[in-house]
């Protein structure tokens, strides 16, 4: 892990990145503390622009949106983390044993995760959710879980092929080592950068499609979320009747996160595949042969 | 001695890191003379494929060309602008690069492949083209109504020959060849640098050949540059680096060479 | 060709996936499976529609098997059943309407967004490090990770509300008559430009790192270099050799972009009220009109199939090594 976290260190998107998303949680964690009021109840009037009292305004039925915002950054990390996590985990296990276990394994699995690539993710959900009616943050979590993991599992088991004829793999099997083993402590290890990359973007992925789901009207109405506020003002009409705050404010949100997760992987990307990095070395260059130190 | 075709004069190439720089190629001087095989060896990474690329210029960020000079019959390659050096690449260098399998495009037919060079330099339009390709195609000995397939529908060593007509389209002053053959079996590898050495005497163009085989560098040069580490250690021609080898770095890699090849090429010195 | 027909045999399951799920998912709710997919309809339904109804959904009396080659049967004639919320139109003519608006919509988007993005992302991988590279990638990074709805509700503000440059909703100016007239067709691109705008902003990103990332990893290739050594021109050597190869992966990566088009263009519609299969979709949802959401997945699946295989075609014909085969 040394090096990846030095690496990391050293990538300016991975450190912005990181910032952003530790003062997200660090804000989330410490919402009690940062407001008095209750983000779920009415504590002012109805659409008051943001002022000394409501840092944010409030909402259409006087609730603080500033309060509504942190404690959505809760539901908003839990959620994606937590389907994040979940999505992570089976792409990976399915990608792994399909990859290593080749054969009709691979076959049946393959098969089918190239069928739920090609049927229309959002859509599916939908779907579901709607038959489950209103979806509270863990539904969601455990239906995006489980719907979204193909992709992973896709990339994972590529990944696994080409490490799976290396030396170190075909001399544990000479050594008999049991195949979960394998699996687990052979080649899990070499693909934890592919793995990092389908993490982040699966956090993003889920916090996009809770906040879009809410948004279309299929969550809970009681949760306090950065999607069940884009549906409340949507639903008030808060552009029209210019409450503007109660509409860009879990808007802003929403994309500032999504940026800061998008920094990491793209960090993370850069450090796996190193002909994609430019960084010092490129800047060095440059300076060499604009000195007149060199040419090509 | 007459005036040398390729002159290469204390050339020294980095390749930039993060904070400190490689030295690919320290120092190297050398010359080729026209009609000339000139063959540099040594193991991977001691900088001879370097010095190829920089004789086309072809080298991209990081590597870096801190000093010396590179003269084709006493014009400075390093000097030209960017119009001259599109002009200067294949009409005057031509190059064939080490992986047979890679150096054609995969995705435009033979035809096209040699139509883009011939239409560059000297301005022709497709019958034209395609007279010249079926020409050069029957030189290296493939039925030239096969212009129109593409790359993946001939073997590894018709991709290498197609390279080498496409090389000799324009018919270049010199031929820069970077382990032609490293990928293709040893029956073919013979076949083709035999093609080369008779096309070499009907054209007369000289060839810059770089490998880590010594011995098949042996029999096909006449002057032969070994280098280790960026530095160029002994330059000879072929019988004396065979014969008396000079430098400690020689004499190490030719004791690396089993037996029974040595015993040929004993033959091959001696005639 | 096979390989074409292998696809379209892959292609059949997965729809018939889809149904699978839209078959099973009421009769797995807890409850009673008719009660729950048409009791939003409440007294309206007659007797007789309600028995049509449960026929098309496959709720006859028999074995499971039977319920299910039933729905099957009809949707393989055709018959998604009957809107419940514009009962009685059935769901095909609801969606199919729907359909063109959002295909015009979407499939403009993808155009336009692919092509930008793929010249944007061979641009910035031929200038690798240069300012302009820079610009697009961190541009890019903006633009991918920020949601659909965010990006929809950012620019109506601005452009729609702020600016007050554009409507802010409906595909034309409803006070006009759909024809084939001067002025209904620059109403229409008129209120087609926020959307349009919205969905090129969340793709076109995506495209361009595809584009550059896969032709950034081919510009050490052997013939990209040979192509230099050549001495052919800058424009000939990136877009013949380098562009021209690396557009495969970046085609086949289109194939699993199409199900993220389809979610924004979703979004968008319903931000900007434009009469597509979102805004229809959102409708059912909030009038829990399962007909209307069980067939647009149907419906959706399809979309996402032929999309699917237009890439699979595409691919073929650029890659020559999969022609003959």
Redesign the interface.
Known sequence: MGPLVRSLIRNRKAVVGLIIIALIVLIALAAPLLTEYNPASRVGRPHQPPSADHWLGTTRIGQDVFSRLIHGARTSLAVGFGAGLLITVLGTALGIIAGYRGGKTDEVISFFTNMVLVVPNLPLLLVLAAFIGQASPLVIAIILGFTSWAWGARVTRAETLSVKHKDFIKSAEMMGEPRWRIMTFEIFPNLISIVGINFIGSVIFAIITEATLEFLGLGDPKTVSWGMMLYNAQKASALSVGAWWDILTPCFALAILGIGLSLLNFAVDEIANPRLRTGNRLSRWTALIRSGEGRL | MTKPLLSIKNLTI?Y????ADFRAVDDVSFDVAHGEVFGLAGESGCGKSTIA?AI????????????GQILLEGRDV?GLDPRE???????E???V???AM???????RVEAQFY??LR??QGMNRSQARERTAEMLRLVDIPPDRMRD?P??FSGGMRQRI?IA?CLALNPKIVVMDEPTTALDVVVQREILQRINELRKTFGFSVLFITHDLGLMVQFCDRIGIMLAGKLVEQNSAGNIYTKPQHDYTRKLWASFPSLHGARLMEVAAS | MVFLLRRLGFYLAAFIAAATINFFLPRLMPGDPIEIMFSSAGAELSIENLAALKLTFGFVDGPLWQQYLTYLQSIFTGDLGRSIKYFPLPVTSVLGHALIWTVGLMGTATIVSFTLGTFLGILAAWRRGSIFDVVVSVGAIFATSVPAVVTSLIVLFFFGFTLGWFPTGYAADPALDPSFSLTYIGSLLYHGILPMLTLCTVLTGGFAVTMRNNMINLLGEDYIVMARAKGLSDSRVMLWYAARNALLPTVSSLAIAIGTVLGGSLVTEVVYNYPGLGNILYQAILARDYPVIQGQLLIMTVAMLVANFIVDVSYVLLDPRLRGA
Do not use: C
């Open positions: 980095d930039i890191g993060e904070t690329f086309s210029r072809l080298h991209k960020p990081p590597a870096l060309i801190r000093n390093l050096l599109r002009s200067f690449r294949w009409r260098v031509a190059m690069f080490q992986s890679n150096s054609l495009n995969p995705v435009l883009d060079v560059t330099h593409y993946h529908q390279v496409i």
